[in-house]
Each structure stands twice: as C-alpha cells, then as structure tokens.
C-alpha cells in the first residue's frame, strides 16, 4: 500500500474543510472497502481522514420516521430494536451482506459509498473507465456474469453491490449530507448514479460533502422479505436481490408496495413502474406472477448474464409471494 | 485532533525528486531520492496506545500499517494468520473492544486506546478456553491455518446469542473460510460450547 498522510477529524466542519483543501483526501470510516482498493492499488489518496470521532453514531426514532447516523455500524443498525420491529426488511438486508466481522467495522455511511466490485475494476492491469476514464471497460466483451442488465452505458456495466442500499431505495429513505455549501437532503434513489458518459461518478456528493445519516419516514408496510440469490448461501455478493415491503388491506388487496432490486444496476434499482402496476391488485400468486412477469421489461444481458433476467422475474414472483406470507 | 500539516509526505517527496534530478552529480542525494519511501517514512510514524491481550503498548507505526501487520510483525503475536490480506478469509479474525473483527482491513493507527484480544490472550495460564478445548475435542481443524480466526469468531457468536442452532452458527461463521473442510466439526464444537452456557 502507498503510504499516506492520516488525521483524525474531531469536528465535522473540520472533516469537510480537510477533504476540501484536499482533492486527493478521502473521508475513512469502517475502511473494510477503502482499505482494500488501497492495497490493490485501485485508489491512492494522499491523505485519509479519519471521522470516527465526529457525533454521528446515534440511531433516533420518532413519529416520523428514523434517522440513523452515517458512523452507526451495520451490526448495531440490523441488531436495533426499533429498526428489528418497525423496520425489519432493512434489518433483513443488512443480515444478507458480508461477514460478521464486516458488519461490525462497516458503516452506514461507508456502505452507502462503497465501490463496485467489478472485478475488472479491481484489476489494475484491465481497462476500467471507472477506475481510470477513457481507458475502456473490459466487461462488456469479458467476464460478465455478474453485471448490470440495467442502466448500463457502453462506458460501464458494473453494478452496485450493497444489500442495504436496496432496502433504503425501497423504504424511500433520504441522505443526509453536509458540506462547504452547507446541509442539504437527497431522496436515496437520487443519491448514486447511473454511469452514463461518467462511471467514475458512482453517486452525485459534490467535493468536500459528508454523509452525516439517512433517514427513513415511518411507513405502514406490515410485510416485507429481502430475497437474495447468490452463489453461496452466506458471506457473497447478489446475484439478483429483491427487497419488497407490502401493506395488504382486510380484503386481500395490496394498499401500498415497495420493490427493489440489488445485482442488477450501478444504483439500487426501484421498480416503480411495477409498484403502480401492482397496487390495488389482490395479493396472489397469479397476480404476483403477472407483476413479475413484467418487472425485467428493458433489461438486456451482455452475454455472461443474460441469465439475470430470467432469474430476476422469478426471484420477484418469490419475494412478493414471501413477503405477503410474513405475519 | 485535527493536524493540517502543511508539509505533507508528498509535498516533501516532490521536493526532495526535484532536488535530487538538479544535483545528479551528488550520489548521496540521489541514492537519497531512491530510498525516499525509507528516509519519508521516518517522519511519518505516528504513535498509539493499545492494550492487548491485556498488556498495554506505546507503539509507533505507518498510517499504512495494518492491525494484522502490527500484531504478526511487532508485537509478534503470529497467531493472528493472514490468509488473504483482504477481508475474505476471516484468518485474521480479532477482538476489538469484545466484537470480531477482520484486522487486514484495520488500520492499526485507527484503533488508538482500544482493547485487542487474539488467540494468544484467550487461555489461562495453562487452562485452554473452552472454545479452544470444544475445537481439539471435535476435532475443529485439520491444518489448523484458519483456526485461530474460527476460533475467535466462535467465541463472539456464542457471546452474542447467534449460536442456536447449526444454521445459525454456519450465517453468523459465513466469515472464516477453512479449506480443508472442517465444517461440520466446528459446527459441533461450537454447539457443544454453547449448550454448556459458560459464560466467555
């Protein structure tokens, strides 16, 4: 690993102000991502700062919903009471990513950031646009089984590979971010980016910004399931995710839905379009299946993965059906 | 504490590759210039305190330095193993304040007045920990590489409640690999540690 300069924050604006002076710092929390691409050699800072110190651990309930700091580990966020009760699919999602020992290093805020882990951004002989812009993506023509089958661009194919972020697309939570200019709030789906012209870009944080939590309002979903296909059945990465959260009425009828999908875009991928197509429908297999059966309209494989799209449908037909079984 | 030092590493490198490329003729400044990562790295230290298996330590190390590195290389504690260096593996499995955690993807300076438990601060005196006794009992291991990080993710899953059942135990463990296989007696090591309710 290329040495680097290391100071400790202990004042949030002190935090931003150093990261701003610094077009080569990064903030460190958790380090279980930055850590690694440092002895990979994908990033060099020249200098990390370390916000450990700074006042944004607390995890606050109220009527309107829940704000969980950006520094909360991920094992205390899915081993909270309130977030265990109120908001279990989070809890679920959060469960269904990395080891132990990760969840307790990993932070709320770090997980959010995290970087693909397309292999051939990892791999610092292969061309990446991501990790060095203009030099190419050797996906597109490689290995791509594990790849985007939407919003993909001809610069990049990569994907998004939190579990958590998946559930907060679908709890339609907001981050929470400070920096030079100020505070300010940005609904979850519109936090990370498509890659488009510039999949160096893996979320819209101007320079110098910090998460400081994210939010989610309270919400009167009553069922919900994390489904996580992989290759293993603990400790990888998704192949397709799904997280659903589902309010069925006295009548069998689904009141409100939430969809989204993991493994499958550089961003958490909301299904808004399904949501719609879904709701007031009766909460059945049949109905299910007919939702599912339109919930990959758009995506294209690039070879490798074309088996996505197939296994995406199913594994949304099984997550609706697993949610509206959950008492 | 914030520290914006002016004179950063690099800022001091550009200065002394610049110095060396004017005076080529000096061999010893240009032998300097080679040597820089060396000569920068002495004004680099940075001092912690961490106790460890219960000794406290005064240390000084690189930012680079990680948990693992520390432990195995100064404090040569080699039980730790470093499997994969990169948060895979789960062989270089520690305590830190109580809860396991991966020390190749720790940052040593990061863990500043913490408390570190390995495999070596787990026994007293000549009695094994249960865990430890569970694992020879079962046989928990053939080459043993990978033991010493079960063995301390076994502990807190146990600690922690998430120990149950058989498939409670293989989620909360889905983070330390063992290639020759031992699952299944691990497993029962550690359903055995668990039934018998010793506190850990």
Redesign the interface.
């Known amino acids: 690993?290329?040495?680097?300069?290391?100071?400790?924050?202990?004042?949030i604006k002190?935090a931003t102000d150093?990261r701003t002076?610094n077009a080569s710092s990064q903030f460190?929390a958790g380090?279980?991502n930055l850590?690694?691409l440092?002895?990979?050699g994908v990033t060099a800072p020249?200098?990390?700062i370390?916000i450990?110190a700074l006042p944004l651990k607390q995890i606050t309930a109220d009527a309107k919903g829940i704000l969980i700091g950006a520094l909360a580990l991920n094992?205390e966020v899915a081993e909270h009471a309130i977030i265990k009760s109120k908001y279990p699919l989070l809890a679920q999602a959060i469960n269904a990513g990395?080891?132990?020992?990760?969840r307790?290093?990993a932070t709320v805020g770090g997980n959010i950031m995290q970087r693909t882990r397309c292999s051939y951004f990892y791999d610092i002989t292969m061309p990446c646009n991501k990790r060095e812009p203009g030099s190419g993506c050797a996906a597109l023509q490689g290995q791509n089984r594990m790849h985007a089958v939407f919003g993909t661009s001809e610069k990049c194919i990569a994907v998004h590979p939190s579990d958590m972020c998946v559930a907060l697309a679908a709890l339609d939570a907001t981050v929470h971010i400070t920096g030079p200019k100020g505070n300010r709030k940005i609904a979850f789906t519109d936090f990370h980016r498509l890659p488009g012209e510039t999949p160096e870009l893996d979320n819209n944080l101007q320079k110098g910004e910090l998460i400081t939590g994210v939010h989610i309002p309270a919400n009167s979903f009553d069922k919900s399931h994390y489904l996580k296909i992989r290759d293993r059945?603990?400790?990888a990465f998704a192949l397709v995710s799904v997280a659903v959260a589902i309010q069925i009425n006295n009548e069998g009828r689904i009141e409100n839905i939430r969809i989204a999908m993991g493994g499958v875009a550089h961003k958490p991928w909301r299904l808004t379009e399904l949501e719609n197509f879904l709701q007031s429908g009766q909460a059945e297999m049949g109905w299910f299946k007919k939702g599912a059966d339109l919930a990959m309209d758009g995506a294209k494989g690039f070879g490798h993965n074309n088996f996505k799209i197939k296994m995406g449908k199913a594994a949304v037909w099984e997550a609706l059906w697993q949610a509206s079984k959950k008492i | 504490?914030?520290?914006?030092?002016n004179n950063?590493?690099?800022d001091f490198l550009k200065k002394s590759t610049a110095l060396a490329a004017l005076a080529v003729a000096s061999p010893a400044l240009a032998k300097a210039a080679e040597h820089e990562?060396r000569i920068?790295?002495l004004f680099?230290k940075?001092s912690l305190k961490l106790e460890v298996n219960g000794v406290l330590h005064q240390l000084s190390v690189?930012?680079?330095v990680?948990l693992l590195d520390l432990l195995r290389e100064q404090l040569q504690l080699t039980g730790t193993k470093k499997g994969c260096?990169?948060?895979q593996c789960?062989a270089c499995?520690v305590h830190v304040d109580g809860?396991?955690?991966?020390a190749c993807?720790?940052?040593a300076?990061?863990n500043n007045g913490k408390k570190i438990t390995t495999i070596e601060g787990i026994a007293k005196a000549d009695k094994l920990h249960p865990m430890q006794e569970a694992f020879i009992k079962h046989d928990g291991f053939q080459c043993g590489y990978c033991t010493p990080g079960q063995i301390m993710?076994a502990i807190?899953?146990v600690r922690e409640g998430?120990a149950g059942s058989a498939a409670e135990i293989?989620?909360?463990?889905?983070?330390?690999i063992c290639r020759c296989g031992a699952y299944p007696n691990i497993v029962d090591a550690i359903l055995e540690v668990k039934k018998g309710g010793m506190p850990l």
């Open positions: 690993m290329i040495n680097f300069e290391y100071i400790k924050a202990a004042t002190g150093a002076k460190i380090g279980t850590v690694d440092m002895k990979k020249e200098k990390l370390d450990n094992s990395a080891s132990a020992q990760l307790n290093m059945s603990s400790y | 504490m914030d520290q914006n030092n950063s590493r690099r990562e920068t790295d680099e940075m690189e930012p680079r990680t260096d990169h948060g789960g499995t809860k396991s955690i991966n993807l720790s940052l300076i990061m993710s807190t899953c998430r293989r989620e909360c463990m889905s983070g330390n």
